[in-house]
């Protein structure tokens, strides 16, 4: 889920972006028009050969094929959620967004942009890839780095044992069943994209960022 700062007042119906860019692609169930303002509660989406580009204040949203992404605004944030396929996101400040996946939620983690990838492979699965500066995995009050230049496979695993909620973590990490990661970092200059199988990755070797 990204999430970037909303104007100053939270008025539902102010804007969150616009498009940027569009190709075979759909909002709100009808062809994405360059220019078209998107609000809190619009779905967007790409077929099997199209592409959107997010404007959302000063940073940007790329979707690639056979994507889809809802947006809405929670607590002042304009907030993307990731549905299935690939979001690349370019950001000038770090602390602009949140992108919230199935291991977790994305943010920068220092002063510097931050580009980076994610990829959707299966349901439990997915790529991630720090292009430019660091990023941290929050998954429910347990962090993650990963550091720039590196991409990692991670595998969600539904941990159903019964361990105390974290300390000081935010109230979901008192769900009952709490997600499990496993990382596996991808071997240097193979290329992360979401038409590439996962087995097709290349040399892996697990590793638990800390």
Known sequence: MFALPALASDTYQKPLGSVAESARAQLDGISATTGA????GDVVATDSQGALRLQLGMGQVYLSASSSASLERHAGLATVTLERGSATFSLPDPMQFELETPAGTLRGSGTHATNGQVVIVAANQLVVRASRGALILDNDGELHTIP???SYR?????DDSSSPAVQNAPPKSARKHRRKLLFF???AGVAVAATIPLWNFGSESPYRPH
Do not use: D, M, N
Not at 37 to 40: N, P
Not at 154 to 158: D, P, R, T, Y
């Open 37 to 40: 303002t998107i609000y809190s």
């Open 148 to 150: 720039e230049g590196k």
């Open 154 to 158: 991670i595998v969600v695993e539904q």
């Open 185 to 187: 970092l991808i071997g």
